[in-house]
């Protein structure tokens, strides 16, 4: 009869010797180290990270945009879109944490002059996707539209003093 330790029958189940199972959780570590590091280095990682955020929401904002103008009959979508505005609302400002105003960025410095303002934006256009979300959950088509343009002039009230124009932005240059 043949005593076998917890390791190694946990070693024998996956397939793996217990070494290269070490190694796995090594490389693992290694990698996802970096992505959880506070004093990570780069500015232009936090811009494409705040880009790719803010396509999100702008990705968003066009389909609740497609399905509202269309009368696309797709239940529970629009309702699906402001749930994950309501999410990246909560992302923002942590996105936006860091001062960069400068290079492939279209952020203007009044963010970070102007903090407590720029989060008031932001907490207004939660609160208005959170009114959307509402409305589509309700089924009442008529609140739909009110509630849509009412996050539509939330983004607006945010992008008139936070972000630069369109013919400023560093995608023209």
Same mark, same amino acid.
Request: glycine letters at 10%; one cysteine or more; aromatic letters at 6%.
């Given at each position: 009869?043949?005593?076998? @330790?917890?390791?190694?029958?946990?070693?024998? +189940?996956?397939?793996?010797?217990?070494?290269?199972?070490?190694?796995?959780?090594?490389?693992?570590? %290694?990698?996802?180290?970096?992505? %959880?590091?506070?004093?990570?280095?780069?500015?232009?990682?936090?811009?494409? !990270?705040?880009?790719?955020?803010?396509?999100?929401?702008?990705? &968003?904002?066009?389909?609740?945009?497609?399905?509202?103008? &269309?009368?696309? *009959?797709?239940?529970?979508?629009?309702? &699906?879109?402001?749930?994950?505005?309501?999410?990246?609302?909560?992302?923002?400002?942590?996105? %936006?944490?860091?001062?960069?105003?400068?290079?492939?960025?279209?952020?203007?410095?009044?963010?970070?002059?102007?903090?407590?303002?720029?989060?008031? *934006?932001?907490?207004? %256009?939660?609160?208005?996707?959170?009114?959307?979300?509402?409305?589509?959950?309700?089924?009442?088509?008529?609140?739909?539209?009110?509630?849509? +343009?009412?996050?539509? +002039?939330? $983004?607006? @009230? $945010?992008?008139?003093?936070?972000?630069?124009?369109?013919?400023?932005? !560093?995608? &023209?240059?």
């Amino acid at each position: 009869m043949m005593i076998r @330790s917890a390791r190694t029958e946990g070693a024998q +189940r996956s397939g793996r010797p217990p070494a290269l199972s070490l190694l796995v959780l090594l490389a693992a570590a %290694f990698v996802a180290g970096p992505v %959880f590091a506070d004093g990570h280095e780069g500015s232009e990682v936090d811009v494409k !990270y705040r880009q790719k955020l803010m396509s999100a929401v702008g990705a &968003n904002m066009g389909a609740i945009s497609d399905i509202v103008k &269309n009368q696309m *009959a797709l239940p529970g979508h629009v309702q &699906n879109h402001a749930s994950q505005l309501v999410r990246s609302a909560d992302l923002i400002a942590a996105a %936006f944490k860091k001062e960069i105003a400068t290079g492939a960025t279209d952020a203007k410095p009044e963010i970070w002059k102007d903090w407590g303002e720029y989060e008031e *934006a932001i907490a207004g %256009f939660r609160k208005a996707a959170k009114g959307l979300e509402a409305a589509a959950a309700s089924g009442d088509p008529a609140a739909v539209g009110p509630a849509v +343009r009412t996050l539509g +002039r939330s $983004c607006g @009230s $945010c992008h008139k003093p936070f972000r630069k124009p369109k013919e400023e932005s !560093y995608k &023209n240059r």
